[in-house]
């Protein structure tokens, strides 16, 4: 992708101060898209770039990011609903208010998302709509049953929005990277402390970063792939899930064996 090509293209970018989502804003606008950055807070005293507040468990900050994208730029071509939170932990040690939390994030906040934006790429005829998921959407392994169960239902709707949507000229892709270096591990919360350890240590020892995701992010949306896989590991776990079922599931029943031990 071209600057030429992106040049007064219009992205709104959630959670976009840190992590993937910092990296997909970078990546957009040196490619010379002009980028919303949304987040919670106030922005840092050095960012730079269209700032607006949004936690995307409010409706009414959502109906705000829609105002905001009308008066300024008259519209919006790519949405790309990225903010989230990790956890993890055994099913009977997280609470309900865990779950909860994560499910009203990483699962609703893409839900409001979509609901949105959908009238006004409805009203223009065109748009694409990007959900970061994670391979864990695709792959449940043992002790992240809340994180898989919330980027499996972003998955779901994704796919079913693509269908819904394509009469519109809207299309749905959803990311589905493997562990990659970001400050996510920072924001681990759950109840399940050996969970989250090794969330932590999967996070902080992986081999890709954030920018290097983002790079290909952006390339897969361009290519309007519906599923993007970023990386090599994560295309391992894909499609050995698919094409070898039974080394899989072993595989799984034995982190979940390591896990009881």
């Known amino acids: 992708m071209t600057s030429r090509t992106m040049s007064g293209t219009r992205v709104l970018v959630t959670g976009g101060s840190s992590g993937l989502g910092a990296a997909l804003v970078a990546a ?10 949304t987040d919670l807070g106030e922005p840092a005293p050095d960012a730079t770039g269209d700032y607006l507040t949004l936690d995307v468990r409010s409706d009414a900050d959502w109906q705000r990011a829609v105002a905001w994208v009308d008066e300024h730029w008259g519209g919006l071509d790519i949405l ?16 309900m208010e865990e779950w909860e939390w994560v499910l009203d994030i990483n699962l609703l906040g ?35 049953a809340t994180y898989s169960a919330a980027k499996a239902g972003v998955v779901a709707l994704s796919e079913s929005l693509r269908y819904e949507l394509a009469p519109y000229g809207i299309s749905t892709s959803v990311v589905c990277p493997f562990f990659f270096r970001t400050n996510l591990a920072a924001s681990l919360r ?37 599923l993007i896989l970023t990386d090599r590991d994560g295309r391992v776990v894909f499609w050995g899930k698919r094409l070898a079922r039974a080394l899989y599931d072993r595989q799984m ?9």
């Open 28 to 37: 957009y606008r040196a490619r010379g898209a002009r980028v919303l950055v």
């Open 110 to 144: 893409v839900v409001r998302g979509c609901r949105a934006f959908t009238p006004v790429f409805k009203a223009q005829r065109s748009g694409q709509i990007v959900n970061v998921a994670s391979l864990a959407g695709l792959a449940h392994g043992p002790g992240m």
């Open 80 to 95: 790309v609903n990225n903010a989230g939170v990790a956890s993890g932990g055994r099913i009977d040690v997280v609470p």
């Open 190 to 226: 759950g109840s399940d402390p050996s969970a989250a350890e090794l969330a932590a240590r999967m996070i902080t020892g992986a081999r890709e970063d954030a920018t290097a995701i983002a790079e290909r992010v952006v390339a897969g949306v361009e290519a309007g792939r519906p």
């Open 253 to 261: 029943l034995a982190r979940g064996a390591s896990m009881a031990r």
